[in-house]
């Protein structure tokens, strides 16, 4: 698998940062807070899963089966907190629920009224949405939202979900009858930010030039990279390389983002030419002469928020590539 069980479960001090706000993983001790905030009508009529009024007990217990999620890898749930007069102070909750072998998750998030209209629920939830998508094994991430919560609506709108369905919903605040919702969806291209392109004609194609390289070990694996938060494609794994700038040549552009992005020395004599992609994304066409180079001078460190790892060529179809890579595979299998 590309990412373990053991991998997927959240550490213990993980924590998220906004401008304005933490985001770390809930503990016993909010209970207090959390039953306080949420024992609320306006704040329980909003969410499918919480009865109203909302029972001291039922804070505790819910706490507990976050924590249970977060051990055994199913889901991650973080408290919002922000800071008033040096003193951290209970905002609201924001969480993943992980659907087993499918990719997939569903977001949901909560905010104490009195916190409300200052943008807490944007961005919380769009910070986690963005590190799930680039940290975990997912591919899609779902919301649902009632269609009398227009606020909740535009949140999920503002940080990338698009409305892919209506449906109905079961909440139990609501008496536990049935009521309309709408359904929502976010994957990478809906987050990623657009490349720098070089300018076409009206009509044409922008063609992006990019070189990489095939780290080959003395064990024979290779060397792969899973693109950090905040770039185009984010959580999907790549060879290490990057575009070409202007004069350069594939080789020289290879030292230079080899040397910036694993801080290591390679000789162009050291670059053998492989294979080369051609692959037509939504809005540019890619085009990637594709290297291998078994000698290089120091330890490839990651240098760019990335994460790295050496895998065996038959490993290899067990990442989650970028789809300009996935063709690349079965050649690179062969050969080493």
């Known amino acids: 698998m590309a990412v373990t069980e053991a991998e997927s479960r959240a550490p213990t001090d993980l924590r998220l940062t906004t ?15 959390l039953h306080r905030l949420l024992n609320d009508w306006e704040v329980c009529r909003t969410l499918q899963s919480v009865p109203f009024p909302y029972p001291r007990l039922t804070a505790d217990q819910w706490i507990a089966d976050q924590v249970a999620q977060r051990q055994d890898g199913r889901g991650h749930h973080f408290a919002i907190t922000g800071d008033e007069n040096g003193r951290e102070v209970l905002v609201g909750a ?9 990719r997939r998750a569903t977001l949901g998030y909560w905010v104490g009224r009195r916190f409300w209209g200052h943008g807490v629920a944007r961005e919380a939830a769009g910070r986690v949405l963005r590190w799930a998508l680039a940290n975990l094994d997912l591919d899609l991430v779902e919301a649902t939202v009632a269609t009398d919560n227009p606020a909740s609506t535009a949140v999920l709108r503002a940080i990338g979900f698009r409305e892919v369905a209506t449906g109905a919903e079961v ?3 609501r008496g536990g009858g049935s009521h309309p919702v709408l359904r929502f969806e976010a994957a990478r291209k809906d987050l990623s930010p657009a490349p720098e392109l070089p300018h076409v004609p009206s009509g044409g194609v922008p063609l992006l030039l990019v070189a990489a390289c095939v780290l080959v070990d003395a064990a024979g694996r290779v060397l792969i990279a899973r693109r950090p938060e905040g770039r185009a494609m984010a959580g999907l794994w790549e060879f290490p390389g990057g575009k070409l700038e202007a004069g350069e040549s ?3 552009a290879l030292v230079r983002e080899l040397r910036e992005e694993l801080g ?10 492989f294979v080369f992609a051609s692959h037509t994304y939504e809005t ?13 001078q120091g330890i490839p460190t990651p240098r760019e928020g990335q994460i790295i790892r050496w895998v065996t060529p038959s490993e290899l179809s067990d990442y989650q590539m970028l789809p300009a890579d996935r063709p690349l595979l079965p050649m690179l ?4």
């Not at 401008?19 to 807070?33: F, H, K, M």
């Not at 299998?333 to 080493?336: G, K, N, S, V």
């Open 19 to 33: 401008e304005r706000l933490t985001l770390r993983l809930v503990t016993p001790d909010d209970a207090e807070q």
């Open 94 to 102: 924001v969480g993943l629920k992980l659907i087993r072998g499918q």
């Open 171 to 173: 909440f139990l605040s």
């Open 250 to 252: 594939p080789e020289e």
């Open 264 to 273: 290591v020395d390679i000789s162009r004599a050291c670059l053998a030419p």
């Open 284 to 296: 540019f066409h890619l085009l990637m002469p594709l290297f291998l180079c078994r000698r290089w």
């Open 333 to 336: 299998r062969d050969l080493l």
